[in-house]
């Protein structure tokens, strides 16, 4: 099994506050992780450094085969490998949505435009939204917009998916959509690391379940720490989100 993601001892600090405490933990390929903590605790810096969105002060972080605090490393392979959504889906208004989704193979890839065409038919029948291909965003549902968003990100790809609360700004009927299209991308065996406060995704999609707590790695396990924690933070954490 070859090593996906891997964090060793990563502090980060913003000025004198320091968020991320000497995190490590390894996604091998194909695994799924919820990472998971109360708000601040660092789950996203810690999904910003792993695409060097943020820079680190100490340890390190392998992506891929890519020594991600390098400072020689080139960002576009890097990012070649790595998928990102996050809870706002900024899809361009003025586009379709094939459009949206071509934008980035046609520019980075530089791909032609039936190819591009034919990959954002492909990643559309993957999310369920063949029907809208030719739509406008707003002509969208929150969910559906999201699901494109996710779709836009499949097309380039990617070896990993960080998924950052995609679902906190959308109402219960249109999460569930959204996460069940994570679940099929799960059993189809991307390589996934969700932040996520929805425990019923966690518990049904993810092979490990990490759990951050004032910038550490407080507790990690199989998804049934999630019942079963052993922490009292943990235990505290689950409790109030119930
Ligand atoms: P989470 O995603 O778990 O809610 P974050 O990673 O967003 O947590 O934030 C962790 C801590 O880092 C918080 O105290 C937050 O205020 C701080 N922080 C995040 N980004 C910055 C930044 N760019 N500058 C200063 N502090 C930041
Ligand atoms: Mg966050």
């Known amino acids: 099994m070859s090593v996906a993601v891997k964090l060793t001892n990563v502090v980060k600090r913003f000025g004198a506050l320091e968020v991320l405490k000497g995190v490590s933990f390894k996604i091998n390929s194909g695994e799924v992780v919820a990472l998971i903590g109360q708000s601040g605790s660092g789950k996203s810096t810690a999904l910003r450094c792993i695409n060097r969105l943020e820079t680190i002060q100490d340890g390190s972080i392998e992506v891929c085969g890519h020594r991600v605090e390098d400072p020689k490393l080139d960002l576009r392979t890097l990012r070649r490998d790595i998928g990102m959504v996050f809870q706002s889906y900024n899809l361009f208004p003025h586009m379709t949505v094939a459009e949206n989704i071509m934008l980035a193979l046609r520019r980075v890839k530089g791909m032609r435009k039936d190819q591009a065409f034919e990959i954002a038919r492909q990643v559309l029948a993957k999310v369920g939204l063949s029907e809208k ?24 790809q990617p070896k990993v998916m960080l998924f950052d ?7 219960p009927k249109l999460t569930g959509e959204v996460l069940r299209v994570m679940e099929d991308l799960a059993r189809g065996g991307m390589t996934m690391i969700v932040v996520t406060h929805e425990m019923g995704f966690a518990k049904r999609a993810a092979n490990r379940v990490i759990y951050m707590h004032t910038g550490k790695v407080w507790e990690t396990g199989g998804a049934e720490i999630l019942s079963n924690p052993q922490t ?7 409790a109030a989100e119930l």
């Open 232 to 238: 009292p933070e943990l235990k505290e954490f689950m």
């Open 133 to 156: 291909i030719d739509a406008y965003p707003e002509q969208l549902s929150g969910g559906q917009q999201q699901r494109v968003a996710i779709a836009r990100s499949l097309a380039m």
């Open 165 to 171: 609360e995609v679902t906190s700004a959308l109402d």
